[in-house]
């Protein structure tokens, strides 16, 4: 078959079947620390601190044009990017003109045999072939019928598949998919396909990472670093998708920290593609939940709070139920203060094309009261019952407000509704992972069929789905307060959760200056790998200490955080001290084995009280020197986390310990890393020949009082 070309419009690519490749790398920047006084101001463009080292100043790209922001060559035609060369390179495969369901071999430049099916998913059989820039793929439909293409769904990613774009073998039930010239990024077939006699099979979803690094497809979620966005809060890139706080009930919320304040999906494409998060080493998002919400105002948590709120952090869902199939008739189901479905296609590519990872809050606990699915199967939810008072006593029945009713998920038919919902969701927007809200207020039995659905219609290209080691491994992490954390960290429910404990042992080691260092290393050094240990799990019932069960697992991979939307800020915590904050960003981004979760705001030191204080919009420009100086210490932080495996993978063991000062030892093969923490008056650690510190912090043996340094090898 000839080479086609198809325009890739949402990478701005050409992609051909045939044979070609432009991988790219991801940006960085090395970030200095301000001078001292006044305000820095970063616009709404820039990206890594002034003084970030260039990476076109130390290439030479021949027959192409640098890409400062990508960190990368954009070639001509005939030729491709080679990282390892840092130049353009002739394309081997420019000429080349395979059949569909065979890549070329960029190092020969010719065509590979297509590949035969030894993968089962669904009704389907499969294989797949890649290439740094190739994916093919042959399907086989096993099962009765005949395929209807036509009357199909077809698509890579966002982008819609024509029938002639797949090589169909009607005799045998086989379709033969190739595309090439694809840059590094995850790339996903859906396929939500039809037989001739009308029915829907179910969708098959075949996810791939391309493209070399732990970015991309060596990546592991123990190599994550994540950043919470709340999305309504981060930065309004779009004033004309802004609600009105005055229309209907929403004029009933007096407090202005309660009400829409215009964050959107464009201000996140924005801040994606200016290196925000790259800067810091994030290759993970965790947004609020995309879907659509009440725009009504809502009633308080406690029974005796009289205030109203509005949904803008996305736990008030009401597309509940939402799939390709039933649409409940919503016109669409995307939160319109956020933006538009285009637009959430727009950021997952974004993101993707640069090694990040987005992951969703996921609400499946409740629904608003206005929900279609409420309205048309009470049956399906728990009478009401308050959980003000009952958080535990009634911690499966009880719904949050008197308009958020709580699922039953005793009922088989609400379990397939909610997880059909949750699969459409991941497939439909090439998502990478859920934060499951609410987990311990779930019933089992639906944790249990969610984690069973993701395995066999999204991990289809999993080997081991009891780990979380491979590119395509959908990650996802409870929250379960209250000492349940344990308990749904099974290789049939979660790999990991939101770990409370951590967060309150760094609360009160790093930030409130409550307990010494000494303690927080005693508990560190096992925490590393608690949860991959299997352990009794011990809950408070409402009346006493009871065992629920045992949980942890060998696959276990915990979020690790200091602060979150749920808790009084980082910095309020701290006194107001930046210092201690930077005591903080170190331990969290040298903390191995789980995944460092930041929230923001607490990458340059927002104050706030408890909720709704919490959740003040993030700030871009006009930053303290103060401010400047914590974002730069935790994008150093995180650019060294990104940079060394033992930071990630390693283990860690103690070389020096005080009551106020830690000095450890990170280990992943060749890989060594020195940390040392000190809230103590100015100490002394000589770090090995060769060591200096990443942090700019510590030189000639002196670790200075209330700082920490971050010691790798020249």
Not at 248 to 269: H, M, P, Y
Request: proline share 4%.
């Amino acid at each position: 078959m000839q080479a086609k070309v198809v325009p890739w419009l949402a990478f701005s690519l050409t992609v051909v079947v045939g044979c070609s490749a432009a991988p790219n790398t991801a940006a960085t920047g090395d970030p200095v620390e301000p001078g001292d006084g006044g305000t820095v101001d970063a616009a709404l463009g820039e990206g890594a601190d002034a003084g970030a080292s260039p990476f076109c100043a130390a290439v030479s790209c021949g027959s192409g044009t640098c890409n400062e922001s990508e960190r990368r060559c954009d070639c001509q035609a005939g030729f491709v990017f080679d990282p390892s060369a840092l130049s353009c390179v002739q394309d081997r495969c420019a000429d080349a003109m395979c059949e569909t369901g065979a890549l070329c071999d960029p190092e020969t430049g010719q065509c590979a045999a297509r590949c035969t099916p030894n993968q089962t998913a669904l009704s389907f059989s499969f294989c797949l072939d890649t290439s740094e820039s190739g994916y093919a793929a042959v399907i086989a439909y096993q099962g009765a019928g005949d395929l209807d293409l036509t009357a199909s769904e077809l698509r890579l990613n966002d982008r819609k598949l024509a029938v002639s774009e797949l090589g169909y073998d009607a005799a045998n039930k086989t379709l033969n998919v190739s595309f090439s010239g694809l840059t590094p990024g995850k790339y996903s077939l859906l396929l939500r396909l039809k037989i001739s006699a009308g029915a829907d099979l179910r969708p098959l979803f075949l996810p791939v990472w391309l493209g070399a690094g732990a970015r991309y497809k060596d990546f592991a979620w123990q190599d994550a670093i994540m950043y919470q966005v709340m999305t309504d809060r981060f930065l309004n890139g779009d004033s004309a998708n802004d609600l009105d706080n005055t229309q209907g009930t929403l004029a009933q919320v007096d407090d202005v920290r309660s009400q829409w304040q215009g964050g959107d999906f464009r201000g996140l494409i924005t801040k994606i593609k200016d290196g925000y998060f790259t800067d810091m080493g994030i290759n993970a998002l965790w947004i609020s939940s995309p879907l659509l919400n009440s725009h009504n105002s809502q009633p308080a948590v406690e029974l005796a709070d009289k205030r109203r709120f509005s949904s803008y952090h996305s736990y008030h869902p009401i597309v509940t139920g939402y799939t390709h199939l039933d649409k409940l008739g919503y016109d669409s189901p995307i939160e319109p203060a956020f933006g538009s479905e285009a637009e959430l296609h727009e950021l997952v590519n974004e993101a993707h094309a640069r090694g990040i990872r987005v992951i969703p809050d996921f609400v499946a606990n409740h629904v608003q009261a206005e929900a279609k699915l409420y309205r048309e199967h009470k049956d399906w939810f728990f009478p009401y019952n308050a959980c003000d008072g009952n958080w535990d006593a009634r911690r499966v029945d009880c719904w949050f407000t008197s308009e958020m009713p709580d699922f039953d998920f005793g009922k088989p038919e609400a379990i397939r509704a909610v997880v059909d919902h949750a699969l459409w969701l991941i497939q439909e927007y090439n998502f990478d992972g859920f934060r499951a809200d609410a987990l311990k207020h779930m019933d089992d039995a639906f944790v249990r069929a969610l984690k069973k659905a993701v395995i066999e219609e999204v991990e289809t290209t999993v080997s081991d789905h009891a780990r979380s080691e491979e590119a395509s491994v959908f990650y996802m992490v409870g929250e379960s307060l209250g000492g349940w954390a344990r308990y749904h960290v099974r290789p049939d429910m979660v790999q990991g959760q939101v770990d409370e404990e951590y967060y309150n042992r760094t609360k009160a080691a790093l930030l409130r200056y409550e307990r010494p260092i000494r303690d927080l290393a005693g508990f560190a050094l096992n925490n590393d790998a608690a949860y991959r240990r299997e352990q009794d799990v011990v809950v408070w019932n409402g009346s006493g200490n009871v065992r629920v069960g045992r949980g942890g697992y060998p696959g276990a991979i915990m979020g690790n955080f200091f602060g979150n939307h749920d808790q009084v800020r980082a910095l309020t915590e701290a006194g107001g001290d930046h210092v201690r904050l930077r005591l903080a960003h170190t331990f969290l981004m040298t903390s191995p084995g789980n995944v460092p979760m930041l929230y923001q705001g607490d990458d340059i030191g927002t104050t706030g009280e408890k909720d709704p204080d919490n959740r003040k919009m993030h700030k871009f420009a006009g930053l303290s020197a103060a401010e400047q100086a914590s974002l730069s210490h935790v994008r150093r932080a995180g650019k060294l986390r990104e940079q060394h495996v033992a930071l990630r993978r390693g283990t860690r063991e103690t070389v020096l310990l005080e009551d106020y000062f830690w000095v450890y030892k990170l280990s992943a093969g060749d890989d060594v890393v020195y940390v040392a923490l000190n809230r103590d008056a100015d100490k002394r650690y000589v770090a090995p020949e060769d060591y200096i510190d990443g942090l700019g912090n510590c030189a000639n043996g002196r670790v200075p009082s209330q700082s920490s340094c971050i010691f790798v090898r020249q």
